[in-house]
């Protein structure tokens, strides 16, 4: 057996010398890296080359072709926007207020249909706005003035009017559970390119998880890694970045030597054992997470007038505010893909529509607008996709609820999403419904469309990335092919 | 019946494609002169007349016309619409592995079809007949909820033509010849039937236009019932070359060598390489250890083979291992993740827990310790009911309820038909899959799932053969006559226990009912306390308002409603050390009496309840359902087996079980007889290359789950076949393979990779020493609870409940002692996996898993160095020491025993001087804590690398 004479104690005489409070331990482990001397990233890849396909991590890979978009920010408006009140004006709709549906009650698309009321005007004024004058409603004027850099798709549908079915739909392309989502196949497809963050980030509400939970960011039988990490809405913002316990720095610093000590020990007496170097890299990482991370969520860094930008101390803005901010510096950093939820489902509105959909336009909608303001100011738009939509819209009838006739029911038939930056052609309004905004009367755009469209600006293409399990390959937009809606695209 | 007459058809096509003016003059091609002799050559091999692959014959027109099982025509109005050219140009035809289509050859195919795909003979296309087996499908989706098995509304069954002849209270449902005047076409004709108002009531929907049209058709022509026998002739699906892949054909049972270190050593040689030296003693204990009851050794079991000077101390140390109770828990969880095992339902977002999944979990912990043979092992667990008929014993034995209990097998997937939309035919089918779909790739190494909507890419699994499969279930798992998760349960239980349940259970059940009412009453208080400190301005009325507005669904609530819960939402975010002590005081209560349940709870007997799968004697009919939809029913099959594992001759043979007793098909106990066949040639194969995997961390066939055409061929394919066959031998003892496999001098072998074989042989293919590898998350957990004394012992029962802190991170909850379970007992809800073993690569089931994968993240890391919980037990690992050896006892002493106790070895001597001097550096630093000083070295061992890697 041989035993590195020399190396341990030369190394706790150096890491003696140079150690302070400040850094601490993850200043350690930095140094500690660099000071053997060896590339642990180039070993990396070479354990990953030949057979080991159970082995996963996420240095950054190569997309299948040229990308529009390096990142994702993913505004998830839960519950279900409604597309007649907000984006897609149906002046025949409004002209109906109060009259029955015309036509069949059961293709209204939901479960039962003994709930459903008249039919219901939209619930605001609509203007047209920016040089492509594109229609939006009143309750969002800060989203308006940024017209020409979105694009409307009006066409979207799904296959689900349960919330439930439809979230998985929208997320991971299958109505079921267990599916990898969007966000788990873009960073398993691309990796990440700031390994000191995390890949995936998830930015929940305070006020509590979105509908379905952690299943709107699952990995599903993709490995665990590809994952979305929630950043923890209050307290420490990722689970154990700092420890749970006191302790002195120095201790921190000693107790970090002797591991490295005792796991390079192990690992000289192991040779061609990749997944040793790479676990010795993983502590790493975490400690210079430790660092990033902390710099990275750290709102106070960002100007007076960039809070006031997002509405940062409004009180209705404050809240969704810091997760616009706080997503636009992590794309800033390298972070692949980002989601921000609202808690529960607050689009959904069964009951009290009017009321309901004015305050979830209050609290997102100067936010939403400084994001993409402040993305395009910082040139960041560009190679940044923005996604904004729920899983499905809403019916043109009203629903019988608590409050009588006032909101609307679900409508898996048509909804509207928008699209921004990353590619994508600004000031376009895509796809038709008829004339109550119930129904995809021209341009369908499935989810797989949709899925398929974000890949692709990714640089990655919607065939090529697919798993395998079972022998069979897993593709994110599942068997049928789907289109790229490339009339969209800039 | 219409006979329609399509003679003119390939002319009138012709007319409506665009021809290009060269090719208008010259001659038509023609099927016979032109194409067939292309076909012939490249695609008759598997679409011929006597070779119907996807059930598609090209050899005649007649066969275009009728298409392959999607029930497609081959030929259409345009050339980029046919199937034929869609499957030639671009759809993998023919496969790659077949000589290919010329250019040429594809672009005569290609005008061919562009010019009206013309045929010397005259195609004389028939209608299809309509028949009985088109009208049952449409029945049994739309009407027998009502009028079936269970419920016969107006004393209406329709199951059958002649229920439906001979009606119900109104009359017949039917008049042959009339639709008109059949009471079934004019209920559904004037919406009445199914009624719209009891839809999502029974899961129905409405038949569609083309549905009405089948049956009006069918009663026009008569209502005739035709003798169809199922179409389960396989001749022409799977050929006998297609059984010739190595694993359809039975494992070879004689052999030149005899041992696994003869086979492993005779091809290291061919390799030019060499086995390793043997490891030494201590790793070997720690590998026993960690591999059969994944955990390390105590101090005195290490003692004990550390210093045993007994020759067979190893394989008497084996056998010690396979006779401890803990053997079960390590190697049951093996199997609990090839069945899904998970303590929730899924699906929906609620996740409903299931409350006596853990009976299942039991019964295979308690398998694997009695070592009961696998084939009675598999037998009970696809088949458990159909083996005792409790129904009509005088006295249930345990027997029977382990039986049903085993049956839970095939009940693990995922299942939302308990909920109050999801109970539709799609997602019964859904369920009926995921069973499907455990059984092939934890069983049969098989993607048997693969085939449901049309013929498997690869393996020669016609479609028909899933659907054959899906017979199989019918009598247990029948999407016409369905149980949700809610009522799918037995109660069933001897003499014994259903007397303790009496006798314990209802005063606990009076106690628990009363401290609910209290909670509710407490949760009510802490929320109104906490409106009037963080909201002293806010008036009662709004308080109440807001307590109101709880218990409406969030989506249902008013705007106002919506802010007033978000205050109290947002006070109850603020963290405790902010709170006032009023609202502290209210959370205890609420907390006190919680516990208090729980406590209750636990003193409580198990419900009687089985989750349970049983055959309930009324099969529905099964159809082939066309691209596995469930509205496109194609023809009719029986229950059978794959037929490439057949000889395609001999039937499969089901007979009822208790002809003098409870009615039962008995068609899930003919399977498990079928698969459990001495000579089977795939059970016993999948089942060693498994307990070899999780020896040596990679299968002799490496695809564990797919032994199939596309699968990996075995690296060893004598070793494999002589294990399979020494296993069956031993009466299928799983036991005795690994008695087998760890008393090898293969198993033996030292970890170190050295330059020679890394050179030669860089992924260990050849074994020519042991691989390392990391636990898993389970025996990463359990080890350090076991090392840190902090292990609760107990066996089985109820899952140990977790909790969720206000941060998301998810903690299994210490038991009254301070302990806590084994991983295996943690409740295992889908939704709620505890935060550490979803860290370390816990799976999501879906529906199962075959293999774990193993990552490295920096969030390992972050959980095991900076995580609450490694703290505390690396301070009880230091308390250990501590108390062992006293007070006064060395620095050197202490570095002993912890790496006796963590990593089952005496450090040695530099290790021991790194362990000595750090220590004092630490007490150095903590300054006034120094008995913190050990803790923070303990801490550091359990986050060492040789902590969580066995060599």
């Not at chain 2, 059958?160 to 079934?184: C, Y």
């Not at chain 2, 690992?877 to 006064?888: I, K, P």
């Amino acid at each position: 057996m041989t035993i590195p004479t020399d190396i341990p104690n030369s190394r706790r005489d150096f890491f003696a010398r140079t150690s302070d409070g400040i850094l601490g331990a993850a200043m350690t482990y930095l140094l500690s890296r660099d000071f053997f001397g060896k590339s642990v990233l180039a070993s990396e890849t070479e354990s990953h080359a030949a057979e080991s396909r159970q082995a996963f991590n996420l240095q950054a890979r190569q997309p299948h072709h040229e990308p529009q978009a390096k990142s994702v920010i993913q505004l998830f408006m839960n519950g279900g926007p409604s597309q007649m009140d907000l984006f897609d004006p149906k002046p025949e709709l409004n002209r109906r207020d109060g009259k029955l549906f015309p036509g069949n009650v059961e293709e209204i698309g939901n479960q039962g249909t003994d709930d459903i009321g008249v039919m219901m005007g939209g619930r605001y004024q609509f203007d047209r706005h920016g040089e492509s004058g594109m229609w939006m409603a009143d309750v969002l004027p800060h989203t308006a003035a940024m017209a020409d850099d979105l694009c409307l798709i009006n066409s979207l549908w799904t296959d689900h009017p349960n919330h439930d079915n439809a979230l998985y739909k929208i997320h991971s392309g299958r109505l079921f559970m267990g599916y990898p989502t969007l966000g788990s196949w873009t960073v398993y497809g691309l990796g990440t390119e700031n390994q000191n963050l995390p890949a995936y980030v998830v930015l929940q509400d305070p006020l509590g998880p979105p509908k379905n939970g952690t299943r709107n960011w699952t990995a599903g039988f993709l490995p665990p890694l590809y994952q979305g990490t929630p950043l923890r809405p209050t307290g420490s913002p990722i689970l154990n970045l700092k420890p749970k316990y006191e302790q002195p720095s120095a201790v921190t610093e000693s107790a970090a030597r002797l591991l490295s000590t005792l796991d390079e020990l192990h690992r000289q007496k192991r040779p061609h054992a990749p997944e040793l170097e790479s676990r010795i890299e993983s502590y790493g990482l975490a400690a210079r997470m430790q660092l990033s991370a902390t710099e990275a969520l750290d709102l106070n860094r960002e100007s007076k007038a960039t809070h006031s930008l997002y509405g940062i101390g409004e009180r209705w803005t404050d809240s969704y505010g810091r997760r616009c901010l706080l997503a636009r510096r992590l794309v800033e950093r390298g972070v692949r893909f980002v989601q921000i939820f609202m808690e529960e489902q607050p689009w959904d509105s069964h009951a009290d529509l009017a009321d309901n959909h004015r305050g979830a336009c209050l609290r997102t909608d100067k936010p939403v607008a400084a994001l993409l303001r402040d993305l395009k100011e910082r040139g960041l738009l560009d190679s940044t996709l923005v996604v904004w939509g729920g899983e499905f819209g809403r019916t043109p009838t009203t629903q019988k609820s608590a409050n009588g006739y006032s909101g609307r029911d679900h409508n898996m038939q048509a909804f509207t999403s928008w699209m921004a930056g990353g590619g994508i052609k600004g000031g376009t309004t895509y796809g038709q419904t008829d004339e109550f905004g119930h129904k995809v009367v021209e341009n369908p755009v499935s989810v797989h469309d949709f899925h398929a469209t974000i890949l692709h600006q990714l640089g990655l293409h919607h065939e090529k990335l697919y798993f395998e399990r079972s022998g069979l390959e897993e593709r994110l937009t599942g068997v049928t092919p789907p289109r790229v809606v490339s009339e969209i695209l800039s | 019946m219409r006979n329609l007459f399509l003679t003119n058809f390939p002319g009138l096509i012709c007319c409506l494609l665009a021809v290009s003016p060269a090719l208008a003059d010259a001659p038509p091609l023609l099927f016979e002169k032109d194409v067939r002799p292309i076909l012939q050559a490249k695609c008759a091999k598997c679409h011929s007349n006597t070779v119907q692959k996807g059930a598609l014959d090209l050899s005649s027109m007649k066969g275009l016309h009728k298409g392959g099982e999607s029930g497609e025509s081959a030929l259409a109005d345009s050339v980029e619409e046919s199937m034929l050219w869609i499957m030639i140009d671009g759809g993998g035809m023919p496969p790659e592995s077949e000589p290919q289509l010329t250019d040429d050859e594809k672009q005569t195919i290609r005008q061919w079809l562009g010019s009206g795909a013309h045929a010397t003979d005259h195609v004389e296309r028939r209608e299809k007949q309509i028949t009985q087996h088109d009208v049952l499908p449409i029945v049994l989706l739309r009407c027998v909820t009502c009028h079936g098995a269970r419920i016969q509304r107006g004393g209406l069954d329709l199951r059958t033509p002649t229920a439906m002849k001979q009606g119900g209270e109104n009359g017949p449902a039917l008049i042959p010849g009339d639709p008109d005047q059949s009471l079934m076409i004019q209920r559904i004709e004037s919406e009445a039937c199914p009624p719209r108002d009891q839809l999502l009531k029974y899961f129905v929907r409405r038949p569609g236009t083309a549905e009405v049209e089948t049956l009006r058709q069918w009663i026009a022509a008569g209502a005739r019932e035709f003798e169809i026998d199922p179409d389960n002739n396989s001749v022409s699906l799977v050929t006998d070359e297609d059984r010739r892949h190595w694993s359809f054909q039975p494992y070879q049972s004689s052999f030149d060598r005899d041992s696994i270190d003869e086979f492993i050593i005779a091809k290291l040689k061919t390799e030019e390489l060499a086995m390793s030296a043997q490891a030494d003693r201590d790793t070997l204990i720690r590998r026993a250890y960690l591999d059969l009851i994944g955990m390390p050794p105590s101090l005195e079991e290490w003692k004990h083979w550390h210093h045993s000077d007994d020759s067979d101390w190893y394989a008497n140390m084996i056998d010690e291992l396979l006779d401890s109770p803990h053997y079960g828990e390590r190697w049951g969880q093996y199997w609990l993740d090839l069945a899904g095992y998970a303590d929730s339902e899924g699906g929906v977002s609620a996740d409903p827990v299931r409350k006596v999944a853990w009976k299942y979990r039991d019964y295979v912990i308690d398998a694997f310790n009695e070592d009961k043979p696998y084939d009675q092992f598999l037998t009970e667990q696809i088949a458990g009911d159909e083996l005792l008929d409790h129904e009509n014993a005088t006295e249930v034995t345990p027997q029977m309820v382990d039986n049903l209990i085993a049956t839970g097998f095939l009940r693990m997937g995922i299942d939302q038909t308990g909920s109050r939309t999801m109970n539709f035919v799609p997602e019964r089918l859904g369920v009926i899959d995921g069973a499907i779909n455990v059984l092939g790739s934890a069983v049969m190494g098989l993607t048997l799932e693969c085939a449901r909507c049309h013929s498997h890419k690869y393996d020669p699994l016609p479609q028909r053969d899933y659907y054959r499969l899906k017979a199989i279930f019918q009598g247990a798992y029948d999407e016409h006559d369905w149980l949700t998760f809610k009522n799918r349960y037995l109660y069933v239980d001897t003499p014994e226990r259903r007397r303790q349940v009496a006798d314990v259970n209802p005063p606990l059940e009076k106690q628990v009912r009363s401290l609910s009412r209290e909670l509710k009453q407490a949760e009510t208080a802490l929320r109104l306390e906490l409106l009037r400190q963080h909201y002293p301005e806010q008036s009662e009325e709004d308080r109440n308002e807001t307590l109101r507005a709880l218990g409406i669904a969030d989506n249902n609530r008013s705007l106002s409603q919506r802010i007033l819960v978000e205050k109290l939402q947002t006070a109850e975010l603020i963290p405790d050390e902010k709170q006032p002590v009023s609202v502290l005081e209210a959370r205890q209560h609420v907390a006190d009496l919680q516990e208090e349940i729980e406590s209750i709870q636990q003193e409580m007997e198990p419900s009687l309840a089985i989750r349970a799968l049983w055959d309930r004697g009324e099969p529905s009919p099964t159809y082939l359902l066309r691209r596995g939809e469930h509205d496109r029913p194609g023809p009719l099959v029986s229950p059978g087996v794959p037929a490439v594992l057949t000889d395609g001759q001999t039937p499969f043979e089901v007979t009822p079980p208790f002809p003098e007793g409870t009615p039962k098909s008995g068609r899930r106990l003919a399977f498990a007889q079928w698969l459990t066949q001495p000579d089977h040639p795939l059970t016993a194969r999948v089942l060693v290359n498994r307990v070899w995997y999780h020896h040596f961390g990679k299968g002799l066939v490496k695809s564990l789950q797919n032994f199939g055409v596309n699968g990996d061929r075995p690296s060893h394919p004598e070793l494999l076949d002589w294990l399979a066959m020494t296993f069956v031998e031993s009466g299928w003892s799983i036991k005795s393979l690994h008695r087998t496999i760890m008393n090898s001098q293969t198993y033996k072998q030292s970890s170190r990779v050295t330059e020679e074989s890394y050179r030669r042989d860089p992924n260990n293919r050849w074994l020519s020493h042991m691989p390392m590898r990391r636990l898993d998350a389970e025996a990463l957990r359990d080890s350090l609870l076991f090392v840190a004394g902090r292990l609760d012992q107990r066996f089985g029962g109820p899952p140990n409940p977790i909790s969720v802190d206000r941060d998301g991170l998810i903690s299994v909850k210490p038991t009254a002692d301070g302990q806590w379970p084994r991983s295996v007992y943690v409740l295992h809800r889908r939704t709620q996996i505890p935060s550490f073993m979803a860290t370390f690569d816990y799976p999501v089931m879906g529906p199962n898993c075959v293999s774990r994968t193993v990552s490295t993240v920096s969030l390992q890391p972050l959980m095991l160095k900076n995580g609450e919980h490694v703290w505390e037990l690396a301070r009880s690992l230091a308390e250990r020491v501590t108390s062992q050896l006293g007070e006064s006892a060395g620095d050197a002493d202490a570095v002993d025993l912890v790496y006796k106790l963590a990593l089952s070895r005496m450090p040695d001597d530099r290790e021991r001087q790194l362990g000595i001097d750090t220590l004092r550096e630490f007490r150095a630093e903590w300054q006034d804590q120094p008995d913190l000083a050990l803790i923070t070295y303990c801490h550091t061992i359990l986050n060492s690398a040789e902590f969580i890697y066995i060599d």
